[in-house]
T-cell receptor
Framework: AQSVSQHNHHVILSEAASLELGCNYS??????LFWYVQYPGQHLQLLLK??????LVKGIKGFEAEFIKSKFSFNLRKPSVQWSDTAEYFC???????????FGTGTRLLVSP | EAQVTQNPRYLITVTGKKLTVTCSQN?????MSWYRQDPGLGLRQIYY???????DKGDVPEGYKVSRKEKRNFPLILESPSPNQTSLYFC?????????????FGAGTRLSVL
């Protein structure tokens, strides 16, 4: 079965620091990859997605992610974080074999002003 | 406004008292799903439905039931809630094949079972 690993459970950064959150998935076939964000007290929102094409995808609020097929990875990056980026970030994957979205365990990001 | 609506947002109940959490979407989506979110475990799928009258188990279906009699509604039923079902629940919908589409999430229902 497909699984998703997010190795950073809690990340604390100062404003303007750079961010990289790791995400690895297990299935080696054709996959679609997502990053969702959950701001405090809110529902999940799509940050960005990769379906095909350019492996470097750009999302909302200055976030980007790079799909590296050989490493089964889809890491999330932002050059300079803001206090408003404080949230929980979830990596997720779907594949052709299963009709479901498999989530990682999430990374809580705290950005101090 | 396109949205997924869950009710109630907060619910406190006691063990064994049947409850239903409603979910409704106004986007004519075929695919709907229920997740529970627990600290350190992320979101885990409970049940999903690919269309009316078509439902299937997700990863953690025990203790839950669903029905899909209409396209827009996908209620989650706990026949006999237990404390281990205390969690944050999200309903989501997607236009069709989940492989090709993003999911839209409701605001969540925080359930406490005493």
């Amino acid at each position: 079965a497909q699984s998703v690993s997010q190795h950073n459970h809690h990340v604390i950064l100062s404003e303007a620091a750079s961010l990289e959150l790791g995400c690895n998935y297990s299935y080696g076939g054709t996959v679609n990859l997502f990053w969702y964000v959950q701001y405090p007290g809110q529902h999940l929102q799509l940050l960005l997605k990769y379906f095909s094409g350019d492996p470097l995808v750009k999302g909302i609020k200055g976030f980007e992610a790079e799909f590296i097929k050989s490493k089964f990875s889809f890491n999330l990056r932002k050059p300079s974080v803001q206090w408003s980026d404080t949230a929980e970030y979830f990596c997720a994957v779907t594949d052709t074999g299963f009709q479901k979205l498999v989530f990682g365990t999430g990374t809580r990001l705290l950005v101090s002003p | 406004e396109a949205q997924v609506t869950q009710n109630p947002r907060y619910l406190i109940t006691v063990t064994g008292k049947k409850l239903t959490v409603t979910c409704s979407q106004n986007m004519n989506h075929e695919y709907m799903s229920w997740y529970r979110q627990d600290p350190g475990l992320g979101l885990r799928q409970i049940y999903y439905s690919m269309n009316v009258e078509v439902t299937d188990k997700g990863d953690v279906p025990e203790g839950y039931k669903v029905s899909r009699k209409e396209k827009r509604n996908f209620p989650l039923i706990l026949e006999s809630p237990s404390p281990n079902q205390t969690s944050l629940y999200f309903c989501a919908s997607s236009p069709s094949d989940i492989f090709k589409n993003i999911q839209y999430f409701g605001a969540g229902t925080r359930l406490s079972v005493l």
